[in-house]
């Protein structure tokens, strides 16, 4: 079975712009959580979606969003770019069920802001 | 809100040394409980994870972890480490319901020498 995708991997903006990171969950995977990975900061929750609904929210500003399609497929949005959000943008998706709370992660996305 | 501490950010040890990663965590409910790895330029993969039931649980690679509810820990141990064991490996915690995501360690940067 495939792992979590993500798309792109790399990415380079300037500050002010926006940008569209997505991820395609393990297949019946209908979870999807996404998470930053700063030096600084370590891995810090960012929100859940889970059937094309927001479940859960962490502590970030309104800049950053998201979005789940029908087929679980999961958008995440930053807009106005801070040269602070450069970091490593981590997918996860998990099972419902027993194991609901067990999350499998992508390769990531590397963003950096200019 | 819950935090998770892991006391080591670098530990280097020798072939056929053992390990013992600690782990701490403040929440006072109900948790699941994680070890995930990161290997150079590979993405985070579960190493292992408490839900409930025996507190000694065992993982992938010959790891191994220990849940001590009286001392809220959850560390991560291995009699005998491998070159190929070098790796960052994060702690986790997850409430009852996800509410706030995984909640990650710093990480502890592991170096083993051949």
């Known amino acids: 079975k495939a792992g979590v995708t993500q798309t792109p991997r790399y990415l380079i903006k300037t500050r002010g712009q926006q940008v569209t990171l997505s991820c395609s969950p393990i297949?019946?995977?209908?979870?999807v959580s996404w998470y930053q990975q700063t030096p600084g900061q370590g891995l810090q929750f960012l929100f859940e979606?889970?059937?094309?609904?927001?479940?859960n929210k962490g502590n970030f500003p309104g800049r950053f969003s998201g979005r789940q399609f029908s087929n679980s497929r999961s958008e995440m949005n930053v807009s106005t770019l801070e040269l602070g959000d450069s970091a490593l943008y981590l997918c996860?998706?998990?099972?419902?069920?027993?194991?609901?709370?067990?999350?499998?992660f992508g390769p990531g996305t590397r963003l950096l802001v200019l | 809100a819950q935090s998770v501490s892991q006391h080591n950010h670098h530990v280097i040890l020798s072939e056929a040394a053992s390990l013992e990663l600690g782990c701490n965590y403040s929440?006072?409910?109900?948790?699941?409980l994680f070890w995930y790895v990161q290997y150079p330029g590979q993405h985070l993969q579960l190493l292992l994870k408490?839900?409930?039931?025996?507190?000694l649980v065992k993982g992938i690679k010959g790891f191994e972890a220990e849940f001590i509810k009286s001392k809220f820990s959850f560390n991560l141990r291995k009699p005998s480490v491998q070159w190929s064991d070098t790796a960052e490996y994060f702690c986790?915690?997850?409430?009852?319901?996800?509410?706030?995501?995984?909640?990650f360690g710093k990480g502890t940067h592991l170096i083993i020498q051949p």
């Open positions: 996860a998706s998990s099972l419902e069920g027993l194991d609901s709370e067990t999350q499998y």
């Open positions: 297949s019946g995977h209908r979870s």
């Open positions: 979606y889970f059937s094309e609904t927001q479940r």
């Open positions: 929440y006072g409910g109900t948790v699941n």
């Open positions: 408490y839900f409930s039931g025996d507190p």
């Open positions: 986790a915690v997850i409430s009852g319901g996800g509410a706030d995501g995984l909640t």
